[in-house]
């Protein structure tokens, strides 16, 4: 059973920085895409950013620049290093994993949500 541990969420000063990181365990196959998506109170959850297993980056314009996204490959490892933080950041922050197979095909993992807040 996939199991996607998320750490790193907090409190923040506007202008700080954070580091979300997010541990995939019982994969099967092998890992593609890993990806950081938030939801704010009352609104749909977006996509932050994702890293593809060939290292393509893609990130929410509202992110570009202040965001990096990584993945440590033997580790299983997402991270996501967020600098210069707004309070429009604030959200709960989940770690989605995408694998494929042979023999159970392709899976979409969630971890459990980490809280960022962003305030003085």
């Known amino acids: 059973q996939v199991h996607l541990v998320e750490s790193g969420g907090g409190l923040v000063q506007p202008g700080g920085s954070l580091r979300l990181s997010c541990t995939a365990s019982?994969?099967?196959?092998?890992?593609?895409?890993m990806a950081w998506y938030r939801q704010a109170p009352s609104k749909e959850r977006e996509l932050v950013a994702s890293?593809?297993?060939?290292?393509?980056?893609m990130y929410a314009n509202s992110v570009k620049g202040r965001f990096t996204i990584s993945r440590d490959n033997a580790m299983n490892t997402v991270h996501l290093q967020m600098n210069s933080l707004k309070p429009e950041d604030t959200a709960v922050y989940y770690c989605?994993?995408?694998?494929?197979?042979?023999?159970?095909?392709?899976?979409?993992?969630w971890g459990q949500g980490t809280q960022v807040t962003v305030a003085s």
């Open positions: 989605n994993v995408g694998s494929w197979s042979p023999v159970v095909g392709s899976k979409s993992a």
């Open positions: 019982g994969i099967i196959g092998y890992i593609n895409t």
């Open positions: 890293i593809t297993s060939g290292g393509s980056e």
